[in-house]
């Protein structure tokens, strides 16, 4: 099932170039690992392992032996939904701390734009106008909730609190135990956190993964749970966004402005009316992104376990999507 000792593996995605942007760094494992684009497979029969990024409903049918897909970033949503993906292979992605501190870092800039409603000065900055406006609500109390706990949702928190801002965030358990109560991170438990997370908003940060649980989660009925005027911040992904809630919100004031990063339909189309409304600051799905050396050597190591029998690091649990 391998050329010598070299584990064979196949690129699979319909939005990007993967051997493009992979092939150099997977370069340095030629020895190890060998990824090829789908037309160059002789010996379909030979490829144990994807790397993978919105694959289509049958892109994995042609490859029985399939034991790995690897996602080129920490979301596997759409692995874990495709039609033809083998029951069992494992499913990976990457975990990146750099990646963390990027999101970390991204999602307090946009609590400050929000905070200190920086798009105003961009608007006056166009007129030109020299105007300056007071600070109504100094960041002890400006709270900011944050739906998503895992590797990103901490960085976040941890970033965010050393900048002044008190933080809840929305768990599955307890976290009474848990390093972040100690630098003031407070959580909210129970089938009913993330409205009592949305209530105690002024900004709400959404980084949850992709889940039947979590799809339109970000609609009318939590955006009304929230204080009138308080913010949006999307990070997750765009199916969790009902975007008609989000424009109905936004012209009535209840949402009082909104930062997207993440959208149903990528890119976000030319003429769609966010880009040209004030309230909404758009950013092309650049909130973070891990390093390809890293990506490779964390495919390359899953490969290498799970050809030798072994469940790889960063497995995800198909059931619950992460």
């Known amino acids: 099932m391998t050329q010598g000792n070299v584990i064979e593996g196949v690129y699979i995605g319909n939005r990007f170039n993967l051997e493009k942007l992979f092939g150099k760094v997977f370069a340095d494992y030629s020895d190890q690992v060998r990824l090829r684009h789908p037309h160059e497979i002789e010996d379909p029969e030979a490829i144990r392992f994807a790397l993978a990024w919105h694959p289509d409903d049958d892109a994995f049918t042609p490859y029985p032996n399939l034991s790995l897909v690897s996602s080129i970033a920490a979301g596997v949503d759409s692995l874990v939904s495709c039609p033809s993906l083998p029951q069992t292979a494992h499913v990976t992605r990457i975990r990146d701390e750099a990646q963390a501190d990027l999101m970390a870092g991204f999602a307090v800039w ?29 960041p002890k109390d400006y709270t900011v909730g944050i739906l998503g706990y895992g590797l990103m949702g901490k960085a976040i928190a ?33 089938a009913d956190a993330i409205q009592r997370v949305a209530a105690q908003s002024q900004v709400l940060i959404n980084v949850l993964p992709l889940t039947p649980e979590t799809e339109n989660i970000l609609n009318a009925d939590l955006f009304n749970q929230m204080s009138h005027g308080a913010r949006l911040i999307q990070l997750g992904r765009g199916q969790q966004l ?25 890119p976000l189309p030319e003429d769609h009316p966010w880009w040209s409304n004030e309230k909404i600051l758009i950013t092309p799905h650049q909130a973070s992104d891990s390093s390809r050396a890293l990506v490779a050597q964390q495919v390359t190591a899953a490969a290498i376990e799970t050809v030798a029998g072994r469940v790889p690091a960063n497995t995800v649990d198909r059931n619950q999507g992460y």
């Open 242 to 266: 009902v975007d008609d809630d989000l424009d109905t919100a936004i012209s009535t004031g209840q949402i009082g402005g909104a930062s997207l990063d993440v959208f149903r339909k990528e």
């Open 110 to 138: 946009q609590v400050i734009w929000h905070h200190r409603n920086m798009g105003q000065y961009i608007r006056q900055q166009a007129t030109p106008k020299w105007w300056q406006h007071p600070l109504d609500t100094p």
């Open 158 to 190: 941890r970033a965010i609190t050393a900048a002044g801002f008190p933080v809840v965030a929305a768990v599955r358990t307890s976290k009474t135990n848990d390093a972040d109560s100690e630098i003031g991170v407070r959580f909210e438990t129970g």
